[in-house]
């Protein structure tokens, strides 16, 4: 019996690296996710994993946010699309459990990290490849979609990256680790944040800068670690410029995202310039969730309904692309009412104030870095966006060893 259940822990830390490494390839990964289940069942050490599930009590917000979409499923009239939703969804619903159920050592939550930089690293390496590749054909794909063509959306990567520069930050940069660690690590920060200046997103540049401004008040306010700080501030600035020049398409959408911003100018419904129509698509979303604000239209619904706002409201350009909310919170408020929307946010809030009260600055940045995104881009519509916060937030809140992040260790 104990030679069969080695075995089972081995099987399930294989997916779980496998799924790590996956996820910035976007493949495959559901897959390995379903392995890891089975695995993880067939296990049977059902005391030690009902134990680890009642000191994980934000497991329930999780569980609830789960039931109210599959009670959503019936009173949808598209029982098809909610289906649908339901398995794109199965990430957020299933890992949770699993890593709320689990707990990895120091040297399991350093090999699943280590899988998931691995992974950044080597489709970093093959986009470049095959941008290189096609210049050399005369066709260009240096930057935003045509970068990350047939991978993932450039937004969902962007995250990827920014996350994997927190790991490096995190996890390397500001522990008391050798030189030669650092120098990796100072690498990696540098080609990640190469790979999010050439995706382009304007969320995820946002984001990188975020990130680097923080690291650079901690390592300063709370270290002291002066010569960190002001190379990573040297850095940020230098890429920033050299990106701009060196990718156009950066500073035009840039430049466009700024002027809207600042324009009192009406606009104009037809428009599909992504930052003018998302304004528009939100308060097409505000209407819906105050048309049903406590059973939403339903997750199979949702689609339906906002086409009609759009052809409602002459918004022919949203109507012709069939865009989505374009804001997860709006999404899961349409969908689902107020009742979502809390559960949702609720997640977040629990999660952020767990980690200020143990302390776990990684954990707490996460959680504002995911919110962030969430407010612009409906994150769970994809896989590419359920399968990250299912596995990869779920693992740091529930099952990884805060020592790996944790500086001060």
């Not at 969320?203 to 010569?227: D, E, H």
């Amino acid at each position: 019996m104990k030679a069969y259940v080695n075995f089972m822990d081995k099987a399930v830390l294989a997916m779980m690296l496998l799924c790590a490494f996956l996820l910035p390839w976007n493949f495959l990964v559901a897959p390995c996710g379903t392995f890891l289940a089975v695995f993880w069942l067939m296990s049977f050490n059902w005391k030690e994993k009902w134990i680890n599930i009642r000191n994980a009590p934000m497991i329930w917000l999780w569980i609830a946010f789960a039931v109210l979409h599959v009670a959503g499923y019936f009173w949808s009239a598209n029982k098809s699309e909610a289906a649908t939703n339901l398995m794109v969804k199965l990430g957020i619903f299933i890992f949770p459990i699993i890593f709320a159920a689990t707990r990895l050592d120091e040297i399991k939550t350093k090999r699943v990290l280590q899988a998931f930089l691995a992974g950044l690293i080597l489709v970093g390496m093959f986009m470049l490849a095959r941008a290189i590749y096609f210049a050399s054909q005369g066709i260009g794909k240096w930057s935003y979609q045509d970068f990350a063509d047939r991978i993932m959306h450039p937004s969902y990567l962007s995250l990827y990256y920014v996350v994997g520069i927190m790991i490096c930050f995190h996890g390397i940069l500001l522990r008391k680790v050798p030189v030669t660690k650092k120098i990796i690590g100072a690498a990696f920060i540098l080609f990640f944040s190469l790979m999010v200046f050439m995706l382009a997103s304007k969320t995820g540049i946002i984001s990188l800068v975020v990130v680097f401004l923080f690291y650079i008040g901690y390592a300063v306010v709370r270290f002291r670690r002066y010569v960190v700080a002001g190379i990573s501030l040297i850095v940020l600035v230098a890429a920033f410029f050299i990106a701009l020049k060196v990718f156009p398409v950066l500073q035009s959408r840039l430049e466009v995202m700024t002027q809207v911003i600042s324009s009192d100018a009406p606009i104009n419904p037809a428009d599909v310039e992504s930052n003018r129509v998302r304004l528009l698509i939100w308060q097409a979303d505000l209407e819906l969730i105050s048309e049903h604000p406590f059973t939403g239209v339903g997750p199979g619904d949702v689609q339906d309904e906002l086409m009609k706002k759009y052809e409602a409201n002459g918004m022919t350009g949203a109507k012709d692309k069939r865009l989505n909310a374009h804001s997860q919170f709006f999404q899961t408020g349409i969908a689902l009412g107020l009742p979502g929307i809390i559960l949702l946010a609720g997640i977040f809030l629990a999660a952020f104030v767990v980690a200020v009260r143990t302390r776990f600055g990684f954990l707490a940045l996460f959680t504002m870095l995911l919110v962030f995104n969430f407010i612009p881009e409906s994150m769970l519509q994809v896989q590419a966006g359920t399968l990250f916060m299912g596995f990869f937030y779920s693992l740091i809140l529930f099952a990884a060893d805060k020592k790996v992040l944790s500086p001060k260790s």
